[in-house]
């Protein structure tokens, strides 16, 4: 039984609304904190958080998936905020938005599943060094001439101490109960501390304000020339690329802890859909959100109910809650990001590494570091697959062998294990002896495959040179593509295919 087949008798709408509501509460501390992060309002954070929310919900490939305003998708556009402004990040994300639904109509969600673990480690230690170097920006404060220094004294202390306070409570608060995030816990106590005693330190009002009405159409106030695309393009294929990937990569994890099957395709049509309307709507945009999915999971929700009601949840904060959000100390949220931040990243992967391929401990340190000094992570992801594929290749190169010996009408038989294609070509030939094998040799593929063109130009050269000593050339025991694949190649290679016998028994 799939989400999608449960019927209303069936749903647990308890566990769905107080799933949802949960979900609510934890999103809306990581949204405001990383539209903040990024210079933009707060309000951008959760109109993101409702928007991106209550479109996948709906629409998405994955009930019990929660998507909000990610940090993921709203780092790679740091850059482009800080010069060329919120227009222009608005225009990227509907750009973004169009070319994730592209994605998902030509169904291109399924690859995905070729981004090896290494890539992962990677991308997931990177992101968690970003979010927590990010947070640091907090422990600033602007002078007078719009100059930036490091806080000190009583100010710097007070906001240390109310951070490692949250710090301390998201750390041992799931050791005595589960019942409440503890993020939201630490929130509502640093809040009510700072409130009550009067403490003077940063807060959200001070950056901007959060009360707010609903959402409002806006087409984006940019130029449409082909300088303004020249100028968003590059964001908008890094954004939708990073969006998909941790999109279908929690599809995943909800696919493995579920038991059943999400659509990538349809998820990534939902998020390019969902893109579309933070543009047009003032949100920030967005992806699926790991942690947040897997409250939502780990409090019974099943369906889509808990999604939407989050959303709804985040809306209700925006309309009526915002007086309450404007008094949270920033301290409170910098100590919840920076939590974020330790969880998401992979610690697991220093335990296996004296266990991991050497390759596979250069490609995790190699996608950490462009995802921390460049802030791309869809390019951090593509160099490691790219890095990846390389050394499988390389491997599989390594691997080809021949063994060799006549049979008893004197022809000369090589025995051909492991993958003919283009990294492996050469050690292929040299396996060869022209002048010394009798006038007619046979390859047998019983064990290896013809992958590529590189292999079909290959076959061609040996047929060639044995033509050339007046001797024929034989391929034997071809799988069915790799005659295929010959097949479709012809005016380009001439080779001898012996018809292998086809034994036909009674049903």
């Known amino acids: 039984m799939t989400f999608e087949t449960l019927n209303l008798s069936k749903i647990n709408f308890k566990n769905e609304i107080l799933a949802g509501l949960t979900v609510s509460m934890t999103m809306i501390p990581e949204s405001l904190s990383f539209a903040i992060v990024a210079g933009l309002t707060p309000l951008m954070g959760l109109y993101a958080a409702f928007l991106m929310g209550i479109v ?10 929660v998507s909000g305003g990610a940090g993921a998708t709203i780092v790679v556009l740091i850059a482009l905020i800080a010069t060329h402004g919120v227009e222009y990040l608005l225009a990227t994300v509907i750009l973004a938005g169009v070319i994730q639904i592209l994605v998902g109509v030509f169904k291109l969600g399924k690859f995905v599943r070729l981004i090896p673990q290494p890539v992962m480690y990677g991308f997931l230690n990177g992101l968690a060094i970003v979010i927590f170097m990010a947070q640091l920006k907090q422990f600033k404060i602007v002078e007078q001439g719009g100059v930036e220094s490091w806080m000190s004294g009583h100010s710097l202390y007070v906001m240390g101490g109310l951070t ?21 816990v630490a929130i509502i106590t640093v809040t009510c501390l700072v409130y009550f005693w009067g403490i003077e330190t940063k807060k959200v009002v001070d950056i901007a304000s959060v009360s707010g009405s609903l959402p409002s159409f806006h087409i984006p106030s940019v130029p449409l020339t082909w300088q303004t695309l020249n100028i968003i393009f590059p964001y908008s294929l890094i954004m939708a690329g990073v969006g998909l990937v941790e999109s279908l990569l929690t599809l995943s994890m909800v696919d493995e802890i579920t038991n059943t099957k999400g659509s990538s395709n349809r998820e990534a049509m939902a998020q390019g859909t969902a893109n579309i309307v933070n543009g047009f709507f003032g949100g920030m945009g967005g992806c699926a959100m790991v942690a947040q999915t897997l409250v939502n999971l780990d409090a019974g929700a099943r369906t889509r109910m808990a999604a939407t009601v989050g959303a709804l949840g985040i809306l209700a904060v925006i309309l009526i809650g915002g007086p309450v959000i404007e008094q949270i100390p920033m301290a409170a949220l910098v100590g919840v990001m920076m939590m974020v931040a330790i969880t998401t990243f992979q610690w697991a992967s220093f335990r296996i590494i004296n266990k991991m391929p050497l390759s596979d401990v250069i490609v995790v340190i190699v996608v950490a570091l462009i995802t921390v000094v460049w802030h791309n992570l869809a390019l951090a992801v593509l160099v490691g697959v790219i890095m990846s594929a390389l050394v499988f290749a390389w491997d599989n190169a390594k691997r080809i062998r021949a063994r060799k010996h006549l049979d008893v009408q004197g022809h000369k038989i090589y025995e051909i294990y492991g993958p003919l294609f283009f990294g492996s070509v050469t050690a292929f030939m040299e396996k060869f002896d022209v002048v010394n094998d009798p006038d007619v040799v046979i390859v047998d593929f019983k064990e290896s495959r013809v992958v590529d063109m590189s292999a079909i130009d290959t076959l061609h050269k040996l047929t060639e040179k044995y033509a050339k000593a007046n001797k024929k050339v ?10 295929r694949l010959l097949e479709n190649a012809q005016g380009i290679i001439e080779v001898n295919i012996e018809e292998d016998p086809t034994y036909k028994v009674m049903p």
């Open 164 to 184: 490692l306070l949250t710090i301390g409570i998201v750390l041992l608060l799931p050791k005595l109960t589960k019942a409440i995030p503890a993020s939201l």
């Open 56 to 65: 996948t919900a709906l629409l998405g490939g994955r009930p019990g998936m």
């Open 474 to 483: 034989i391929l034997r025991h071809l799988s069915r593509d790799s005659v």
